[in-house]
Nanobody, 115 residues
Framework: QVQLVESGGGLVQAGESLRLSCAASGRIFGINTMAWYRQAPGKQRELVAAITNGGDTNYADPVKGRFTISRDNAKNTLYLQINSLKPEDTAVYYC?????????WGQGTQVTVSS
């Protein structure tokens, strides 16, 4: 079992920044890729960014250049630095961890961007 707890969301104005964190605990030795997803009201959950154990990253096109994913394996924590926030970034942001063939999810953290 893997437990994931996100934090760092909030209400911000357009153009501001946030840093989301995801603390992992439990059987973390088996975690490979970790990722951030988001789900806006009325929309499907979508991949925002992912990072492998080796540090390889990939980003969704809408966030390239504004979002940075990173992980601190010593602290078992995943981060998402979000800069130049836009109203369309408003969503619940979820942390995901791939543990062997299983997917684990956090409970989500709300990010709301006002114009």
């Amino acid at each position: 079992q893997v437990q994931l707890v996100e934090s760092g969301g909030g209400l911000v104005q357009a153009g501001e920044s946030l840093r989301l964190s995801c603390a992992a605990s439990g059987r973390i030795f088996g975690i490979n890729t970790m990722a951030w997803y988001r789900q806006a009201p009325g929309k499907q959950r979508e991949l925002v960014a992912a990072i492998t154990n080796g540090g390889d990253t990939n980003y969704a096109d809408p966030v390239k250049g504004r979002f940075t994913i990173s992980r601190d394996n010593a602290k078992n924590t995943l981060y998402l630095q979000i800069n130049s926030l836009k109203p369309e970034d408003t969503a619940v942001y979820y942390c995901n961890a791939k543990w062997f063939s299983l997917d684990y999810w956090g409970q989500g953290t709300q990010v709301t961007v006002s114009s």
